[in-house]
């Protein structure tokens, strides 16, 4: 009863609750009407309806008495051991506060040592892990779906999160930073300023910069219109900076719309798009951090993630300078049975994943292996799925598909270590 200010409330809840429960069992019993003896009749009540129709004062089923007293006694033993008469607790001593940080405590238990593995990982390698994932799309069902979707394609105003075009940046550092603090996005009004002609001067340059149907002549005359008014915050060239959250203009992406009258309309009235933080939605307890850790994770792997720029490396003169080597092949083992990529593999698979992010011509070649033990079948099928779990750690960590080799499963030979025949080899062609 805290969220009473004055002490009146409680004692006026607590009487009329009393006098309530009290008063429906005097009411009852004085009009329970005795049982009858074997054949005496019962007494006609003192009224006639439509000239000939009486009533008996028969007595109430004695089950139905047996069930609302019982409701009345329920009621009573419920007042003494839990909350409900004013401020008094219940000799119990329970409250939903109580239950939920009991729970909370509880779920801390059960969840911190699975968190506390994927915190010791980047977020490269916990985008690949499926586990991580399972996690991650839970989270983002709870927290993000409502405005990006439960494919997390978005709509209009909400920006898709499976391609390649970011607002803010699509690192991991950036999405992490856009989750824990969310983002306001605004656009000034320009209708005043650029009048209608203006407007739509200004609508067909920023459509032919992205190479769409517009008015030539129309677009020639929005070109000094956007270096004065739009370059500032969308770049003299259209391409954005995420700095600031300003879209790219040259590409085909389209948060609001990209026929002339909606880019007309965005002109004249202006955009606010706010996402909210979620540094407070997700609570306040041990496991938030890693619980922003998956999320990102989650949006980092959905598609769209690009890996970090490297730090340029300090300048060396030409005859110093030599190309990288190119590493070996790197080989990832999994448990027996298992398609799913350990943390071991998943760091052993970086080197490529370095070397591939600094190289973007070279190509990557995927190799599965089985033994000749068991179905044959069974066996590639296995392969090939263990296979797809390190394309898809490539594709998660910037790596498309089309620099991706998949080779057919392969059959190892001898009677080496076991383990080399639950490998799958990543090789720089």
């Excluded at 779906?145 to 499976?162: E, I, R, V």
């Excluded at 550092?173 to 002609?197: F, K, Y």
């Amino acid at each position: 009863m805290s969220d009473f200010t004055s002490g009146f409330w409680p004692i006026y809840i607590s009487v009329i609750t009393a006098v309530s429960i009290i008063g429906t069992w005097v009411f009852i019993k004085s009009h329970t009407t005795r049982k009858l003896q074997p054949g005496e009749k019962p007494e006609l009540i003192g009224h006639t309806w439509d000239g000939d129709l009486q009533d008996f004062d028969n007595p109430l089923p004695r089950w139905w008495l047996g069930l609302f007293y019982g409701t009345l006694i329920f009621a009573a033993v419920y007042l003494v051991l839990w909350p409900g008469m004013g401020n008094f607790a219940g000799v119990l001593g329970w409250t939903s506060l109580q239950e939920y940080e009991d729970e909370v405590k509880a779920a801390e238990a059960k969840f911190q040592p699975v968190y506390a593995g994927f915190m010791k990982q980047d977020i490269a390698t916990v985008a690949a892990n499926p586990e991580a994932r399972a996690i991650g799309k839970n989270l983002f069902l709870t927290y993000c779906s409502q405005c990006h979707g439960s494919d997390a394609a978005g709509a209009k105003g909400f920006p898709n999160l499976t391609d390649h075009d970011w607002l803010y940046g699509g690192d991991p550092a950036t999405i992490q930073a856009t989750i824990t603090d969310g983002r306001a996005g605004v656009m000034p009004a320009l209708g005043e300023a650029l009048g209608p002609q203006g407007m739509k001067e200004v609508a067909n340059y920023v459509l032919s910069l992205s190479g769409r149907t517009h008015d030539a002549a129309l677009a020639s005359a929005g070109n000094a219109k956007f270096a004065e008014n739009c370059a500032a915050c969308h770049m003299p060239d259209g391409t954005g900076m995420q700095a600031m959250g300003a879209p790219n203009l040259t590409d085909k992406q389209w948060l609001y719309g990209g026929s002339e009258a909606a880019i007309i309309e965005s002109i004249a009235k202006g955009r606010n798009g706010v996402m909210p933080g979620m540094a407070q939605t997700l609570g306040t307890t041990s496991n938030k951090e890693a619980k922003l850790h998956l999320l990102t994770a989650y949006v980092y792997g959905l598609g769209g993630g690009v890996a970090k720029a490297a730090e340029p490396a300090p300048a060396v003169p030409a005859a110093e300078a030599a190309a990288p080597a190119s590493p070996q092949a790197a080989k990832m083992y999994f448990d027996s049975g298992k398609a799913e990529m350990s943390a071991e593999a998943s760091a052993a698979l970086q080197t490529i994943i370095d070397f591939a992010t600094a190289n973007p011509a070279a190509r990557i070649a995927i190799s599965g292996f089985h033994d000749e033990t068991g179905s044959a079948a069974a066996n590639a099928e296995l392969a090939k799925n263990r296979a797809k779990a390190v394309r898809d750690a490539l594709m998660a960590a910037g790596i498309v598909e089309d620099r991706i080799d998949m080779r057919k499963p392969e059959v190892t030979t001898g009677q080496g270590d076991p383990a080399e025949a639950r490998r799958v080899e990543a090789s720089i062609i």
